[in-house]
């Protein structure tokens, strides 16, 4: 890895072609635990027509504050830096996978 590389900033990844699932979430949140393994499916079904990000919000405090995130887990969709669906609580996969669908190309 060459010095000059940048690492990619938050605002770079939403601002992409592709939609951007961001799953702000905590460690010690049961709801969100129960989220990840439909995030996961959701990355092997949907392949690379969607980025999934998943945002610490005790680690990330500014992305939380800039978001007003109030209640974990809460999930955003990005298309080209510009939020087009947001939900709190456990989503369905089925839900997630026709937002995609949606969103992508």
Known sequence: MSQTQQKETFQDII???KPVLVDFFAE?????KMMAPTLKQLAERAGDKVRIVKVDIDRSRSAANQYQIQ???TLILFHKGKIVWRQSGVQPLH???ALVKQHAG
Do not use: Y
């Open 15 to 17: 601002r992409g072609d």
């Open 28 to 32: 010690w949140c049961g709801p969100c």
């Open 71 to 73: 209640s974990v887990p």
């Open 95 to 97: 839900k997630l996978e």
